[in-house]
Every structure is written in C-alpha cells, then in structure tokens.
C-alpha cells in the first residue's frame, strides 16, 4: 500500500511533500515524544502525531518514514513544509485524533 492509498482512503489532506506519495508503507507509529520514534520507529513507516515543527522532519529524514499525519486540523509550519519539499516526505493531515486515525490505520494495513 502507498501513502497516496493511504492518503485516498482516509481522506487525508497532503501539505507537502508530494514527492513521496509512491513511497510503500509497512506500517504506523503514533507519538509525540521525538525521542521514542527516534528510538522505536521502523522505516517504512507513517508516523502519527500533533508535533508540526521543524524538529519531526529531521526524525522522519533519520528514520526513512514513509510519511507524517498530524492529527486535530494542525498543519505544518513554513520551515516544515519547506525541508518536507526538500526531503520528499509527505506532511499530510487528519482532523481525527491520534486514537481514531490509529484505529483507521492499523485496520487499512492488516486486512
């Protein structure tokens, strides 16, 4: 399954990084301590959270996430959206919570 799938089936709006919409996904993690996905995060991955600075696109670069999904109608600051252009990692958007979205998620990926 693609982000674009992804992105298609949950309704997701797409800030930035269109780039990397054909990029596979082989799963999720939902957090918003930098440091567990740092720890803890597989490649491949859509990364959930409500942090939209800078900071998450250096973790998602790191760590080769397939995409970030920020989660309450945030949406990406402008150094965000710019280094997400630049990297070719999708920001997209929900206006559901980290609970919710993960549930969505999890259910498109395992069935």
Same mark, same amino acid.
């Given at each position: 399954?693609?982000?674009?799938?992804?992105?298609?089936?949950?309704?997701?709006?797409?800030?930035?990084?269109?780039?990397?919409?054909?990029?596979?996904?082989?799963?999720?993690?939902?957090?918003?301590? &930098? !440091?567990?996905?740092?720890?803890?995060?597989?490649?491949?991955?859509?990364?959930?959270?409500?942090?939209?600075?800078?900071?998450?696109?250096? +973790?998602?670069? &790191?760590?080769? &996430?397939?995409? +970030?999904?920020? +989660?309450?109608?945030?949406?990406?600051?402008?150094?965000?959206?710019?280094?997400?252009? !630049?990297?070719?990692?999708?920001?997209?958007? !929900?206006?559901?919570?980290?609970?919710?979205? !993960?549930?969505?998620?999890?259910?498109?990926?395992?069935?």
């Amino acid at each position: 399954m693609t982000v674009q799938d992804i992105v298609n089936k949950l309704n997701l709006t797409v800030f930035c990084g269109r780039e990397g919409l054909s990029a596979q996904v082989t799963g999720g993690y939902t957090s918003d301590l &930098l !440091s567990d996905v740092m720890g803890h995060a597989d490649a491949g991955r859509i990364w959930i959270t409500l942090q939209a600075h800078k900071n998450v696109m250096a +973790i998602a670069s &790191l760590k080769e &996430l397939a995409a +970030i999904v920020l +989660i309450k109608g945030i949406a990406p600051d402008g150094d965000t959206i710019a280094l997400s252009d !630049s990297e070719g990692i999708p920001v997209l958007g !929900s206006s559901l919570g980290a609970f919710e979205l !993960s549930g969505e998620l999890y259910g498109l990926i395992n069935n």
